[in-house]
């Protein structure tokens, strides 16, 4: 297992620093203040999960992480160097997996390698990408024949075939029933400890970011500020009847104005 991920895998997972991002959105000639002055520095490896009210700005947050827009002010650093556009080390994973419907398992798998070039395609690598989320032998299916389950494994395999060395996770999980949420979560996690990448998770579910990510990031609401952090420092797999996690759940409900 650890040796397929290391195939699809870059040297080091990225560090990311955002500075001072401040973004406004202009709706027909109003300004929308969406993020306010958010800093967080992410180390490479760790896994993040960010909470806050719907419409904070949190998605925004990645998308500009994603380099699919520009902060209005402030700027974001990965490894050091501005983000100034996409790049497919930095993959973005929505709620929707967004599959091409006319593509197999395996040609959705292939669509990153394919755009980038002859070079970039390597039939191992896909391989190793559909091993690891359990889908070798649906290589051949089309979208409309799996799961919402088995069509999320399939866009993380095309997303980890892209070698991302900072996995961008919006919602992934938000539209599956809750056994298969479960189910997605601790093969999100696995595939984090044996791949070598950063993960950012925006997420409205308090237990499953107190499952999964290293630390917590809590939002205001919009414009988006950050409210305060939590570090999560419990051994994998998790439980939610840990003492330690209920505690936690308690005071970052309460941060988020929610009795526990």
């Not at 709620?95 to 395996?106: A, H, I, K, N």
């Not at 799996?146 to 866009?155: E, P, T």
């Not at 070698?163 to 189910?183: A, I, V, Y």
Request: glycine fraction near 8%; charged fraction near 25%.
């Amino acid at each position: 297992m650890v040796a397929l991920a290391k195939t699809l895998t870059q040297d080091r997972a990225a560090d990311l620093s955002i500075e001072g991002v401040s973004h406004v959105f202009a709706l027909q000639g109003q300004t929308l203040p969406v993020l306010d002055d958010v800093s967080l520095r992410v180390e490479a490896g760790e896994f993040i999960a960010l909470l806050g009210p719907s419409g904070c700005g949190k998605s925004t947050l990645l998308r500009l992480v994603a380099g699919l827009e520009q902060p209005t002010e402030g700027r974001v650093l990965v490894d050091g160097a501005t983000v100034v556009g996409p790049h497919p080390a930095r993959t973005l994973m929505f709620q929707d997996p967004t599959l091409c419907p006319w593509r197999t398992v395996r040609g959705n798998a292939e669509l990153g390698p394919q755009a980038r070039g002859p070079r970039a395609r390597s039939v191992q690598r896909v391989d190793a990408a559909l091993s690891l989320v359990g889908l070798t032998e649906f290589a051949t299916a089309y979208p409309h024949q799996l799961s919402g389950g088995m069509a999320q494994r399939a866009a993380l395999a095309r997303a980890l075939v892209n070698e991302p060395s900072l996995l961008l996770l919006d919602e992934p999980l938000g539209k599956l029933d809750s056994l298969t949420r479960l189910t997605m979560q601790r093969e999100l996690v696995r595939l984090w400890q044996t791949g070598d990448f950063t993960a950012l998770l925006v997420t409205h579910d308090v237990e499953e970011a107190l499952l999964m990510a290293t630390r917590i990031v809590v939002f205001s609401d919009r414009p988006a500020r950050v409210k305060a952090e939590f570090v999560v420092d419990r051994p994998y797999p998790r439980h939610r009847d840990d003492s330690e996690l209920i505690r936690l759940r308690g005071e970052i409900l309460q941060m988020l104005g929610i009795e526990a």
